[in-house]
């Protein structure tokens, strides 16, 4: 049995690395959430006859972790369900690496409050919510047009997100109670940027509370399902 937290990358069978966001159960089925950017190929959803994607861990395909099940370009998202053979936490990584539980989901209406991220390739930052019902155009490839998504900005420092293999990886509110943090569910890594005038950088997060609505998923925490 694998000991997986979501944080980890993940590599698609087209070989376009993504990190897994929170493990979810859709259903009474198991699985990660991640960007719909991770799915370029058009049989990256289930079509009849046609097989979906693979997901691996990492970029050794000897790990087979699950496969694509649904995805939502409308709503920027793919769950991915995950093997018997994976005993997945239901936690995300802090600036040392430590683990810090999910344990809850959260939406901010409300500039100027921190939020944390976390992307296999670059790792750990936390801005400031800079804007909210932002409305950011991504092409659906099923279609071959351009679908609005309605996502928050954060705004960083002169660091940030540089790598797509961050795509899709957990956006969350940490909480510190008395010494023991913890996090809350905020959304998904949906794109980032770099403002050339002044230097910062930028991501930009899918709310989860949407994906978790629409897709009929309850988030996966040490507690249980929520």
């Keep these: 049995m ?5 944080t980890t990358s993940n ?3 087209n070989e376009k690395n993504c990190t897994a966001a929170f493990i979810g159960n859709k259903q009474g089925i198991d699985g990660f959430i991640t960007s719909a950017l991770c799915c370029a190929r058009d049989n990256c959803n289930i079509f009849r006859n046609e097989d979906s994607d693979v997901v691996y861990e990492g970029n050794n395909t000897l790990n087979l972790i699950g496969g694509v099940y649904e995805i939502m370009f409308n709503l920027g998202y793919v ?11 239901p936690y995300t990584l ?22 944390c991220a976390y992307g296999a390739k670059s790792g ?38 540089e790598s797509f293999e961050d795509m899709g990886g957990p956006v969350y509110k940490r909480i510190d109670n008395n010494g023991n ?7 998904i890594i949906t794109s980032f940027s770099t403002d050339n005038n002044t230097g910062h950088q930028y991501f930009y997060y899918t709310p ?18 929520i």
Aim: aromatic share 10%; proline share 5%.
């Design 79 to 89: 769950f991915v369900t995950i093997s018997t053979d994976w005993n997945y936490i």
């Design 124 to 161: 750990f930052f936390c801005g400031t919510l800079d804007e909210i019902n932002v409305n950011m155009a991504i092409l659906n490839p099923f279609t071959d047009r351009l679908d609005t998504l309605n996502v928050s900005k954060v705004k960083l420092g002169e660091k940030g997100f």
């Design 94 to 115: 802090g600036s040392r690496n430590e683990l810090w539980p999910i344990t809850s989901y959260l939406t901010l209406n409300e500039t100027g409050q921190e939020v």
């Design 11 to 13: 590599t698609f069978q």
């Design 2 to 6: 694998n000991t997986w937290p979501q």
């Design 181 to 187: 943090t913890t996090a809350q569910a905020l959304g």
């Design 208 to 225: 989860i509370e949407t994906i978790l609505s629409a897709g009929i998923i309850n988030l996966i925490t040490p507690s249980g399902p």
